[in-house]
């Protein structure tokens, strides 16, 4: 809770709205406080109400010009009011009054690469047809949340992912040359070091390792203690886009896996794994029964077969066995 002087993180995080009806009464008998503005500013940046974040992080750089969290509050809102020149001049101002806080140089940088993306839009030639947005989705297992990027060819090697606690950061190379970047507040924690991403033909997905299993009623925003729901393993993950269409989404994120083009060795263990998957118990027997005694060298789905003898080593012919 909050004391009589301090209105923490943690306490506005716990519950946003509650957090902000205390600060309005707090600063209602201490109106020149410069942290109780930065802090209202941060309950308002958590309710999306950007603009009276503004004015409440302005507020408190007026009271004290020397307080870095409050040019810090003033760039996050205007960041997400797409204010991004006036966002990069609030950090770099925060930043140059401490230099330490790394966080500024993140948001510095990140407010440079949107401006230089819309500066050479801008240049560009204006009768170019726009590129179709890029969409994204989510849904959820037990132990983790998948973020999906419907962005088709993107070079194995053009995600550049941040994980943190609480945030999902990524710039996308697309195959237009055009770069993608997806910012998300996540609702609940997350463990980053078990987190990771894949590139596939027709998607990016970033797969990120709940640190419980409860369900996410939404992918963004502040959890509330009271409406946590632990995972019901009977009931199908959600998605706050398109709760109603889940079939439908999964047969297609089968298809499309299904559809992923490899090759070489990669492609043969496709297909081996294929077909163990839809074989019955009897070819899996004979599948297990026939690699092990083998050696790897046999693989067998004819359970008559293999099931009433012992399955001899078969290397090929310019291939010598070696035990050791």
Known sequence: MATECSFSDCFIDEDPQKALEALNEAL???????EWFCQRAYAH??????SSAVDDAKKAQQLQPSLPLAFMRTGIAEYHLNHHESAHTAFTQGHQLDVSDKSFEIW?????????????IGSSNRQTPAAPPVKHDWYQTESQVIVTVM????PKDGVCVNFTEKE???TIQLASGDNFSLHLHLQHPIIPEQSNFKVLTTKVEFKMKKTDAIRWEKLEGEGQESNIKHFNPNQYPTS????GKWDKMVVDLNEEEKNEKLEGDAALNKLFQQIYCDGSDEVKRAMNKSFMESGGTVLSTNWKDVGKRKVEMNPPDDVEFKKY
């Open 28 to 34: 209602q008998g201490d109106s020149d406080n410069a």
């Open 45 to 50: 940046t958590l309710l999306k109400n950007y």
């Open 108 to 120: 510095i940088k990140r407010c440079e690469e949107i401006m230089g993306e819309q500066t050479r």
């Open 151 to 154: 962005a088709k060819n993107v």
């Open 168 to 170: 999902l950061s990524t």
């Open 240 to 243: 706050s886009h398109y709760a």
